[in-house]
């Protein structure tokens, strides 16, 4: 989920929250904002960050809409795809150190000499 997906999402989720039955304009999130915290967030930003222009928020925006929508900050992070390289195995884990009746074994980088 992209960080303008999950700004849209929160405004509609907070949209029912209130009672209203649609999702919060960004207008309406902007003066919530303002009302709820003191502080200002620019409609064109995220409007920015919705579209996708803009992929990533300032440490203040973060906390601020954290704040508004109390959610942890850590909310607006991705995190990077999976790679499928070498994850999952083929076969459970092995019971003891065997790897028999496995169809691959995982990759184990070779210790450094020191």
């Known amino acids: 989920m992209t960080l303008g997906e ?3 999402y929160l405004r509609e989720v907070e949209g ?3 009672g209203l039955n649609r999702p919060l304009t960004q207008q309406e999130l902007m003066k919530g904002i303002q009302t709820e915290t003191g502080k200002t967030i620019s409609q064109s930003y995220l409007s920015q960050i919705e579209g996708g222009k ?3 928020m300032t440490q203040s925006s973060r906390t601020l809409l954290a704040r508004f ?3 942890h900050p850590g909310f607006w992070l991705t995190t990077p795809r999976a790679t499928t390289r070498n994850w999952p195995p083929t076969c459970a884990p092995p019971k003891v150190s065997s790897m028999s009746g496995c169809s691959r074994a995982p990759s184990v980088s070779p210790a450094i000499p020191r």
């Open 69 to 71: 929508f109390k959610v």
């Open 16 to 18: 029912s929250l209130r």
């Open 54 to 56: 803009r992929p990533h």
């Open 6 to 8: 999950k700004i849209r």
